[in-house]
Every structure is written in C-alpha cells, then in structure tokens.
C-alpha cells in the first residue's frame, strides 16, 4: 500500500489561467490552476505502479465512481495495462465496473448517497476491488460506499482517490492509494465538475465566484 502523497499547502498559490491553455468559455471563471494537467499524469503513474506492485498476479476488478472518477479511471487503467505489457513475468488481470453516485448540488454535500446508476453489484461477490474516485472530501459519501460494497461479498477492497481534501467536518477517512492532499478550496476539471460543467476541463482548477454563480442550480 502507498502511504505517500503530494500535499498542497493552504497557502499554495496556483498557476495564472494565463500561462496555460484552458478552454475560451472557461477563463473569467477560474481562479487559478492548482494541478496542472502533466502533473496529473505523472502522479497516476506512480500510483499505477504502487497498486501494480501490491496486486501483482491477482486479478482485480477496477470500479469507478462516475462521473467525476472517469478521467483518472481511465488514465490509471492504462498505466496499469503498460506495466502489464512491460512486465513479462508479472501480469494484473483487470475487469471493469462502473457505479454513478449523487451526493452534491452547488458547492455543498446533500449529507446523503444515492446509487443512481451502475451494474449489479452482487458480481463483485469473490473479487479483489480498486475503488476509483477523484475526490475524498468529508470521508462520509466513500465510507457509505463501502458499507454498500460490503454486503455484496468482495474479498477485498481498497481506494485509490486521485484528491483528497483537508476541510472540517472530515471522518478522517483515508484511501489508500492518494495522489494529492489540497486546501479545502472547490476544485473542478479533469472530470470533477460544478453542476455538471467544467468537467472539459484538463487541469484541476480552483472555481472562483464568478464561475458558482454563473453555474448554479437554480429551484
């Protein structure tokens, strides 16, 4: 299991939306960049060869989170399918599982979780699970997950979160893959979205006011 992770400090100062490229619809509604995209990628390959080097030949079966774990399922997935390619002698058999969550609407938690989409979880029954999600924010929405997983059976299961954020009101809940520690700001891009929007987004970056107001749900 890795224990690392690269940890953004509070006071971190991101880079100018000026200095990379995001999209044109997108730029009076970002405060800065906090993970630029190439660090994204360089950060999953390390963590597809730490869950490569702790599986090893056992078959694992990969379930993300949609919608906002997509990107870093996939980017992960092939990671770990390089090494398996350049590897000759070890080899992680993967199956693929998707299960759709609802838990947030503006930039607040709704305090509940709602499987709204997936397959029937009963196949996990047996299987070695990686849980693939983009963000651990309290630690409440995945420790629910869990408990959901554990009554199908799976012989076990642990967490790979590409973010995980320091706020209050935390479980203190930890996965056990991590790719970055970061400030108790609302990020978006790279698949995490704010109502749906920003998730064409490459960079992980830091919405400022003018993007929550403009991408409100409004009753």
């Not at 100062?13 to 190439?38: Q, R, T």
């Not at 660090?39 to 030949?57: P, S």
């Not at 299961?157 to 995980?164: D, H, I, M, T, Y």
């Not at 935390?170 to 991590?178: L, Q, V």
Request: aromatic content about 10%; glycine content about 8%.
């Amino acid at each position: 299991m890795s224990e690392s992770f690269i940890r953004i400090p509070d006071k971190y100062s991101g880079y100018a939306i000026s200095h990379f490229c995001v999209p044109k619809h997108y730029e009076d509604d970002l405060e800065d960049i906090m993970i630029p995209w190439g660090l994204i990628q360089d950060r999953t390959e390390r963590l597809a060869r730490d869950i490569f080097q702790d599986v090893r030949d056992e078959p694992l079966t990969a379930l993300c989170v949609l919608k906002g774990g997509y990107r870093f399922y996939t980017d992960l997935l092939e990671k770990i399918t390089t090494l398996n390619r350049s590897h000759g002698s070890v080899s992680v058999p993967i199956n693929v599982d998707f299960i759709r969550l609802k838990s947030y609407e503006n930039a607040e938690s709704t305090g509940e979780i709602r499987v709204v989409g997936g397959d029937n979880l009963n196949g996990l029954r047996g299987q070695n699970v990686l849980v693939v999600e983009d963000i651990i924010d309290t630690g409440r929405t995945m420790e629910k997950l869990l408990a959901i997983l554990a009554k199908h059976g799976p012989k076990s299961v642990k967490v790979a979160s590409l973010l995980v954020k320091r706020r209050p009101g935390s479980t203190g809940y930890r996965p056990d893959y991590t790719g970055f520690e970061i400030p108790d700001k609302f990020v978006v891009g790279y698949a995490l979205d704010y109502n749906e929007y920003f998730r064409d987004l490459n960079h992980i970056c830091v919405i400022n006011e003018n993007g929550k107001k403009k991408y409100a749900v409004t009753h």
